[in-house]
């Protein structure tokens, strides 16, 4: 029997390198491959990474290739980042690059280098469903029967086993096409007490190499700056105003807040005062107090599925017609506990397709729009969009 061909997305990091030397010990058969992203003022931006890549798979033996995903980066990435900070929405990058290039472009690249699967370093797990749907709209309630005999078998995408890195909310937009499709050697391991300890062993030399932090193609993380010399003009000053529109004072661009800030406002206050929304139209900062952050809801859109999207839209239906809605847990950011919620198909008049309506358990602070939102039950990723409105 052949051995399955797998396309290793190695970035040159620690965790990509181990995720690499575990499918060949469990006998796939690896093609290390790197992304050339981005250039800088110095030459390819992440040449480094590459080289660090290809050391690693020259000592696993394995074949290794760098992929000119430029183009497709600064069209699918850089300018979505760009154009979402101009709308004045913060965007969340990742997101838009593991659907668009990690599992997006990289396995149409797989499959022309004779691999039907790719697998990376992320932390998170893929597994084979039993024949058993997702329950209905409460939670616990008992699960019926799936599907008929010879259909495709159904995946969950779920969190990792190291909760300090899961990532699993990073990778929301994985549909059931992709994700049979690919790997997470890493998700039934520990960072600090498996991965690092693995490389050690085995002399690589990204061991000890610090995890990226930040934005990948954004020097230093300073945004503003990044999107002057992009579009090659300052940012347009404008006001600072509270909620009831009382002028506060002035700034050096919109682009340089977001909402739940409250460092580096310019402005002085004898009480707290908080980023609670941005209006692009007019070029405005609004600040308020800390219940102004506060909502109850929100309205996400350009909403994807990971668990089987005929089975959530039959569960939304059975619902709504129940006068009910679906239960299940979100998150708004990476790092916040799942929060409970009640989901359902957003109004007629919600102001994009594909797009539903939360309602938190509990008041959420700081709902920015342009954020990943992510929907869960239990472990279990079962879709997420975009962040369009609190409520």
Known sequence: MALQRVLVAMSGGVDSSVA????QRQGYDCVGATMRLFDDDAGPGNARDIDDAAAIAQRLGIPHHVLDCREAFDRDVVEAFVRAYERGVTPNPCTICNRRIKFGLLLEQARMLGCDTVATGHYARIRQRPDATLSPAAPGATPKANRPAGTAPVFELSCARDQTKDQSYF?????QDVLAHVRFPLGDLTKEGDIRRIAAEQGFSCARKR?????????????????ERRRHAELPA?????????LLGHHRGAIRYTVGQRKGLGVAAAHPLYVTSIDARTNTVVLGGERDLMADALVADDWIWSAPAGEMEALLDEAEAAGTALHASA???????HQGVRVARAATDAPAPRALRLDFDEPQRAIAPGQAVVLYRGDVVL?????????
């Open 171 to 175: 990778l929301y937009s994985l549909t």
């Open 238 to 246: 404008g006001d600072i105003v509270d909620t009831s529109g009382a």
């Open 383 to 391: 879709g997420g969009g975009t962040v369009r409105c609190a409520c």
């Open 331 to 337: 998150k708004i950011r990476y790092h916040q506990p």
């Open 20 to 23: 690499a030397w575990l499918l």
């Open 211 to 227: 995890d990226s932090q930040g934005i990948c193609f954004v020097p230093n993380n300073d945004f503003a700056s990044f999107i």
